[in-house]
T-cell receptor, first 112, second 118 residues
Framework: AQSVTQLGSHVSVSEGALVLLRCNYS??????LFWYVQYPNQGLQLLLK????ATLVKGINGFEAEFKKSETSFHLTKPSAHMSDAAEYFC??????????WGAGTKLIIKP | NAGVTQTPKFQVLKTGQSMTLQCAQD?????MYWYRQDPGMGLRLIYY???????DKGEVPNGYNVSRLNKREFSLRLESAAPSQTSVYFC?????????????????FGPGTRLTVL
């Protein structure tokens, strides 16, 4: 069965520093991978998705993620953190029934 | 264009009470979903409806029932609420999977319903 592991329930970075949120998935051919963001007291919205077109995927708000098949990873990065990036981030993959399988989430904390 | 709407936003129930959570989407999506979100557990799928007239169980269906009333509306019912059902409930919709070689359409989420069962 497909699964997603997000390393670190909380990640803290300083404003202006690199953001790196880690996601590893169990193999699925082809893998469909997603990053969603949830701001406080809101629903989730799509940041970006990988559907095998390109290994480096660019999303909204300056985020991007790189699909690495050899490492079964799909880490999310942003070169320079902004206070408005504080939120919870979820990685997800799709199972054989085309349903999303979610990671546990990583809360991103931005220090001024 | 409101996207996905959910009512109510907050609800407090006593053990054994029943209630229905309402969800509607105005994006003409075929697929709709109900999730619950609990701290440290991500989102867990309760039920989904791939198209109007069909519903299927997800990962955690026990204690819940659903109705796909029409293409726009998908309701979630708790017949006899239990404290273990205290959670935040999200409804989502999507255009669904396009088919072999196609792309998976993203899911759009509502703002959530915060339910407490005492």
């Amino acid at each position: 069965a497909q699964s997603v592991t997000q390393l670190g329930s909380h990640v803290s970075v300083s404003e202006g520093a690199l953001v790196l949120l880690r996601c590893n998935y169990s193999s699925s051919v082809p893998p469909y991978l997603f990053w969603y963001v949830q701001y406080p007291n809101q629903g989730l919205q799509l940041l970006l998705k990988y559907t095998s077109a390109a290994t480096l995927v660019k999303g909204i708000n300056g985020f991007e993620a790189e699909f690495k098949k050899s490492e079964t990873s799909f880490h999310l990065t942003k070169p320079s953190a902004h206070m408005s990036d504080a939120a919870e981030y979820f990685c997800a993959t799709m199972d054989s029934n085309y349903q999303l399988i979610w990671g546990a989430g990583t809360k991103l904390i931005i220090k001024p | 264009n409101a996207g996905v709407t959910q009512t109510p936003k907050f609800q407090v129930l006593k053990t054994g009470q029943s209630m229905t959570l309402q969800c509607a989407q105005d994006m003409n999506h075929n697929s709709m979903y109900w999730y619950r979100q609990d701290p440290g557990m991500g989102l867990r799928l309760i039920y989904y409806s791939a198209s109007e007239g069909t519903t299927d169980k997800g990962e955690v269906p026990n204690g819940y029932n659903v109705s796909r009333l029409n293409k726009r509306e998908f309701s979630l019912r708790l017949e006899s609420a239990a404290p273990s059902q205290t959670s935040v409930y999200f409804c989502a919709s999507s255009g669904g999977y396009s088919g072999s070689g196609g792309t998976y359409n993203e899911q759009f989420f509502g703002p959530g319903t915060r339910l407490t069962v005492l």
